[in-house]
């Protein structure tokens, strides 16, 4: 069975640009080299949910367990830290559309 990964996180303001390079140049090929698939990214534009939503897909819980165990994954979570705030992560079933 599929495992989505679900992440949340509000960018901290003094951060956005070195925030969207990181993400860019260094976090999303990072999880994808653990074997994580980046599926979707949302923004909350009005209420008090979490600024960024992200989703991952892991073929199965063994690999997504593995990844989040893994050095790797503890380097990229640190640095994303340094740019966000408010951070939360679940592993839960995958199913298609929107999942919180």
Partial sequence: MSIKL???????P????????????????GVQRLGLEPVEAWATIFGNSPQIQ???LANDLSLAQRALLSTTWR???QKL????????????????????
């Avoid at 679900?6 to 901290?12: K, L, N, P, R, V």
């Avoid at 966000?84 to 679940?90: E, R």
């Fill in 6 to 12: 679900i992440m949340t996180w509000d960018i901290a």
């Fill in 14 to 29: 003094e951060n956005e640009q070195d925030y969207f390079e990181f993400v860019i140049s260094e976090f999303i090929p």
């Fill in 54 to 56: 992200v989703g991952m």
């Fill in 75 to 77: 380097d990229l979570q």
């Fill in 81 to 100: 830290f340094s740019f966000v705030k408010n951070y939360s992560y679940k592993l839960v079933p995958a199913r298609s559309g929107f999942q919180l």
